[in-house]
T-cell receptor, first 114, second 116 residues
Framework: AQSVSQHNHHVILSEAASLELGCNYSYGGTVNLFWYVQYPGQHLQLLLK??????LVKGIKGFEAEFIKSKFSFNLRKPSVQWSDTAEYFC????????????FGSGTQLTVLP | NAGVMQNPRHLVRRRGQEARLRCSPMKGHSHVYWYRQLPEEGLKFMVYLQKENIIDESGMPKERFSAEFPKEGPSILRIQQVVRGDSAAYFC??????????????FGNGTRLTVT
C-alpha cells in the first residue's frame, strides 16, 4: 500500500517569500502524483498533477512541482507567495492507472502574513 | 455549475445512533468517491460508486458502514451504531469518468461527524 509524508505541518511566510512544501511517498510501482489545496471554508481543489512526461509540472496560480523519482519526492514550489495563498495543501499519490485510489498526506497549513 | 454538495456540514450523533451523510455530485458526473479524514491524518479512500453500483469498497470498514448511489438522488454514506472512533471528516468527490488525467476529482466541503 502507498503512503505519503508531508514533513511540515505548519509553514508561516511573509508575502513575496519563496515557498517549498515537501512531499515524499512510498510505493513499489508507477504512481500518479497530485497536490490539492483547501482554502478556508472551501472544498479541496486540484492544484496540479503528474502522470508522466516532464517531471516539472506547472499548475494553477503560479505553483509548480517537481517529481524526483530517485528521491520519491514531489515537492511543491512557488517563487513568490501572496496572502491569498493561505490555505491547507495536501499531497496525494495513486497507483498509475487508478487515480481514484488516492492516498493523501496529512496536509501542510500555509499562513502568509501580509 | 454547482460543485459537489455535501450535507450536512456538521453532524453530531450519540454512540449507537445512525449517521447518514449525503453527497450530490457535480452535474454530469456519474462517479462518486468517499474519503475519510481522521484527526491528524490524510484522506483515506473508502468506496467508489457509479450509479446503482459499488465498484470498489476496499477501503470500507467491514461492519456498520454502507454506501449507495441510487439512480435518482444523492449518494449516501451510512454508518450504523456509531462509535467515538467514527468521528472524522468525510469527503465526497465526483468525476465525469473513472478517475484519470482528463477527468479529475472534484471534492465537496466535507461532513464533520462528531460522536459523543
Amino acid at each position: 500500500a502507498q503512503s505519503v509524508s508531508q514533513h511540515n505541518h505548519h509553514v508561516i511566510l511573509s508575502e513575496a517569500a519563496s515557498l517549498e512544501l515537501g512531499c515524499n511517498y512510498s510505493y513499489g510501482g508507477t504512481v500518479n502524483l497530485f497536490w490539492y489545496v483547501q482554502y478556508p471554508g472551501q472544498h479541496l481543489q486540484l492544484l496540479l498533477k503528474y502522470f508522466s512526461g516532464d517531471p516539472l509540472v506547472k499548475g494553477i496560480k503560479g505553483f509548480e512541482a517537481e517529481f524526483i523519482k530517485s528521491k520519491f519526492s514531489f515537492n511543491l514550489r512557488k517563487p513568490s507567495v501572496q496572502w491569498s495563498d493561505t490555505a491547507e495543501y495536501f499531497c496525494a499519490v495513486a497507483p498509475s492507472g487508478s487515480a481514484r485510489q488516492l492516498t493523501f498526506g496529512s496536509g501542510t497549513q500555509l499562513t502568509v502574513l501580509p | 455549475n454547482a460543485g459537489v454538495m455535501q450535507n450536512p456540514r456538521h453532524l453530531v450523533r450519540r454512540r449507537g445512533q445512525e449517521a447518514r451523510l449525503r453527497c450530490s455530485p457535480m452535474k454530469g458526473h456519474s462517479h462518486v468517491y468517499w474519503y475519510r479524514q481522521l484527526p491528524e491524518e490524510g484522506l483515506k479512500f473508502m468506496v467508489y460508486l457509479q450509479k446503482e453500483n459499488i465498484i470498489d469498497e476496499s477501503g470500507m470498514p467491514k461492519e456498520r458502514f454502507s454506501a449507495e448511489f441510487p439512480k435518482e438522488g444523492p449518494s449516501i454514506l451510512r454508518i450504523q451504531q456509531v462509535v467515538r472512533g467514527d468521528s472524522a471528516a468525510y469527503f465526497c468527490a465526483s468525476s465525469e469518468q473513472r478517475g484519470s488525467y482528463n477527468s479529475p476529482l472534484h471534492f465537496g466541503n466535507g461532513t464533520r461527524l462528531t460522536v459523543t
